[in-house]
């Protein structure tokens, strides 16, 4: 194997852990004692919940999720936690992913934890979730990318990079998948954030 093909594997390595590791994401996932869908709505109940807050479906992995505020590191600002899943392997309470906003109120950074280690999950995921009008369905795409190597002739500091540049690049969308809320009921006329009266 030549050197340049060496320098290529390992850059193509190291990318996508440089990327998690300037993001605050944790590497693994964490386990919250005693969270399930009764004490994740006593929790809610208990805040004053904006619109991505709440008890949703995953109904691709049919798994029922919160989402509940978190300070994180960086403008991390929320956390996703497992509360029910046909998936015995998997704990109640356990940190599934995070989410951050952006310029766009609708618009978010969402990390999925993709693989398992025993029972940790690791390797986080980012893609960009989409919050619906009424917030009730967050709707993300997961990123597919294929990597296009270029070697440039007439190039630029020569020495250090070789005049070969790799170059990532998005491959077609397709459906996105997402999460539908649960509770609280949200596109019933009562906004979010304000005093519902019974």
Known sequence: MSSRSVFISLLLLVLPLLAVAGNGIPKKSVVIDGLDVDSMR????????????????????????????YKGKRNIGYRIILLESPDINLVPGTVIGYIASSAVDSKYQLWLYSQRDRVTLIKPLECVAT????????T????????????????????????????PERVGERLPVGFRKIYPEGGDGNPFNRIRYL
């Open 42 to 69: 006593v929790r809610l109940d208990e805040t004053d919940m904006q619109p991505l807050e709440g008890i949703w479906y995953y109904p691709n992995e049919e798994m029922t999720v919160g989402i509940e505020r």
């Open 131 to 138: 919050l619906n009008a009424t917030a009730t369905t967050l």
């Open 140 to 167: 993300f795409d997961p990123p597919h990318w294929k990597v296009k190597v270029r070697v440039n002739v007439a190039r630029f500091l020569p020495t250090l990079f070789n005049g070969v540049s790799i170059i």
